[in-house]
């Protein structure tokens, strides 16, 4: 039923992503090392300088816009109250000496379920993620935060009040007392299907709130998405220029790809730390030497991205669970300059799990929900709540969600909502749970029109 954007480029029967660029081959989605972690064994090993020169070339021009999402009722519209040094350039990107998975198929498959997690995806009637419908961000002063995501490209919608107010029905879903909230609702295209993305942003007080920024790219639990712009540089300018830009890049630059000058990738944070992976885009191409023509990649958010511990865990709860689907079944593990200088790292090993969602109101269009496993990274994952500063979620629509999340909670999963599924004041209803490997808050929420 679900219907694919774009043509897949996971064919392992090519060596290097330069050669799919030289056959016009494209990926239904990129970021910035996903490409690499589709490609078999011996063309990471075999052929590193190609790789390197090729591969992330060909990455920062494959990407497919994906079609439309579910634009979230806006559900906080309550009463207002009164009121070590870097490793060798020469030694490129790298698989690192770990197994690797069987070649990727051209097609997305089911998640398998790791033994003791929850197998193939429940029918309807016992509740189920219909698709991915937004992004939430917990910041300490959104008279800060609006500023920046409006120099990235997002644009504030003015019928979100964004006044002080007690919104009780909040209060229950993050399972806390005595808040009061003021709340604003940016958007941006997703770059999948061209249509507005929300990305919630939500200002407490009246509660003590921990701020957790300055944590690294990798600590786990810690959340990104990724944007495509028209003009990385441009915007990286205006950043540095109003005192707005926290680079994690070395340098504190954008990193240009291989045999380039300009800058073309980074990631960088908001006022309160929570990452951000910045994308220049792609130029249309015409065709050339028997290759065709190709568009321009869309502006836009592009993917949204975790990083786990136990990725055999996540990957059956997102995937057999909440319905994702494994975008590709080869994972090796992979190392190199250009992963460490985009984060900032040093001697990083990590892989990629891609699970791919619909967006919520397209069950054609596919989203990546992006699982990023560190190797030589893993430590205990600290203690946070949903009410703290620098805490990011994800929002899911779903249907049926009192029998989802009776599945949901036999799977280990933690509710944080106080009393189960809350209904709110427009009379949609959600509750707020953490997944059952890094504990990421995970918001299910049903639409009042969708009934139970």
Not at 235 to 252: D, F, H, N, P, T
């Amino acid at each position: 039923m679900n219907k694919r954007m774009g043509s897949s480029a996971r064919n392992a029967s090519l060596c290097t992503t330069w050669h799919l660029l030289r056959h016009g081959v494209r990926a239904p989605h990129w970021s910035f090392a996903r490409w690499f972690a589709r490609l078999p064994g011996a063309a990471l090993s075999a052929t590193r300088s190609t790789l390197l020169t090729g591969a992330l070339i060909g990455a920062a021009i494959l990407a497919l816009p994906k079609p439309a999402l579910a634009e979230r009722p806006d559900t906080s519209r309550s009463d207002p109250e009164p009121t070590p040094a870097p490793s060798s350039a020469a030694q490129g990107i790298q698989a690192a000496p770990a197994p690797m998975r069987a070649p990727p198929s051209t097609a997305p498959k089911p998640s398998t379920a790791a033994a003791g997690n929850p197998t193939t995806p429940a029918p309807a009637l016992k509740g189920k993620v219909l698709g991915i419908a937004f992004v939430g961000r917990m910041v300490a002063d959104l008279d800060k935060s609006i500023p920046f995501y409006e120099t990235l490209g997002f644009t504030r919608d003015p019928s979100t009040d964004s006044s002080w107010r007690r919104d009780d029905g909040l209060n229950h879903l993050y399972g806390i007392k005595g808040a009061r909230v003021r709340s604003a609702r940016m958007t941006i295209n997703s770059n999948v299907s061209g249509k507005p993305f929300a990305v919630y942003l939500h200002e407490l007080r009246g509660i003590k709130r921990t701020k957790l920024g300055g944590y690294t790219p990798w600590e786990p639990g810690a959340s990104h998405f990724g944007i495509v712009v028209p003009d990385a540089q441009l915007v990286w300018s205006q950043l540095k220029a109003s005192g707005m830009l926290r680079a994690r890049s070395w340098g504190g630059e954008l990193i240009p790809f291989p045999g380039q000058t300009q800058g073309s990738l980074a990631y960088l944070t908001d006022p309160d730390g929570l990452d951000i992976e910045l994308i220049n885009q792609r130029p249309a191409t015409q065709a050339q030497d028997g290759r065709p023509a190709r568009p321009a990649i869309p502006p836009g958010l592009s993917h949204v991205g975790l990083v786990v511990l136990d990725s055999d865990k996540e990957t059956a709860f997102y995937g057999n669970l909440l319905g994702g689907r494994l975008a590709d079944t080869s994972s090796p593990w992979l190392q190199g300059d250009f992963y460490d200088s985009a984060v900032g790292g040093h001697g990083n090993i990590l892989r990629f799990h891609n699970e791919s969602f619909a967006e919520a109101a397209d069950p054609g269009s596919l989203m990546h929900f992006e699982l990023v496993e560190f190797q030589n990274r893993k430590k205990a994952v600290a203690t946070y709540r949903i009410s703290d500063i620098s805490v990011g979620y994800v929002g899911f629509e779903v249907q049926n969600i009192d029998a989802l999340l009776t599945r949901v909670k036999g799977a280990g999963t933690r509710v944080v909502s106080d009393g189960g599924v809350v209904t709110q004041q427009d009379a949609s209803r959600a509750v707020l749970v953490r997944d059952p490997d890094v504990g990421g808050f995970i918001e299910l929420y049903e639409p009042a029109s969708r009934g139970r």
